[in-house]
């Protein structure tokens, strides 16, 4: 699940200071374990539940932060445009060898990912944001695992760009391939092979 491969990175990196955007009822920042967490969460309930996170959305958190941190969680408002600008802004705040992990990448119906949301189990359209990264940023090295919706792991890096132009439901069933999917296996969490 995305804890796990939060928590590899955490073990394997030597990593010390954690962001989660979007915290909900706590599931997975109750699992990460790492000795500075910082949770960001507008609702009133993830502050009810989580007490110690910063009250305000993503945006509001970034204008007003001043630190660095080795590796972000970015699982908030699930629009595009939104994932877009915390990746940008989660880029600005890491640190050299850092990491960057986006959740519900990979919408198994098409339902699933309407904005605004029509069903219970809801991805949004972080997918459009991630394929217009992969197709825009040579400078990032970026894959999604194809577990728990899709887990995406972003670095500083380098990757070829890949061709989307419209990007619609059609686009994302023919292309998704071309996101960088890799199955996941536990024992075999491929840290470093990016490939392209
Ligand atoms: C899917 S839940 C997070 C689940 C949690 N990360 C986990 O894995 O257990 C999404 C959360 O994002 C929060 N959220 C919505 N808009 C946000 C924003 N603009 N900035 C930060 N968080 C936001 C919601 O309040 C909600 O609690």
């Known amino acids: 699940m995305r804890w796990d491969i939060i928590n590899h990175y955490i073990r394997d990196r030597n990593f010390s200071h954690y962001l989660e955007i979007g915290i909900g009822q706590g599931v997975n920042w109750n699992r990460i374990e790492c000795s500075t967490k910082v949770g960001v969460d507008p609702s009133e309930k993830a502050k009810e539940i989580v007490p110690d996170i910063e009250q305000m959305t993503s945006d509001h958190f970034f204008l007003a932060n001043n630190d660095k941190f080795d590796i972000i969680f970015i699982d908030g408002l699930h629009h595009a445009d939104q994932l877009l600008r915390d990746v ?98 536990p024992n075999v969490l491929q840290m470093c092979d990016f490939g392209t």
């Open 88 to 185: 940008r802004n989660s880029l600005r705040i890491l640190n050299q060898n850092g990491v960057i992990i986006c959740h519900d990448l990979l919408p198994d119906i098409e339902e699933t990912q309407l904005v605004p949301r029509q069903s219970k189990r809801w991805t949004g359209d972080c997918w459009k944001a991630w394929a217009y990264l992969r197709s825009t940023d040579p400078n990032l090295k970026m894959f999604i695992y194809d577990i728990d919706h899709g887990v995406g792991v972003i670095e500083r890096g380098q990757q070829n760009l890949i061709d989307c132009s419209n990007l619609d439901w059609d686009w994302f069933v023919k292309n998704r391939g071309q996101l960088n999917i890799r199955s996941y296996d």
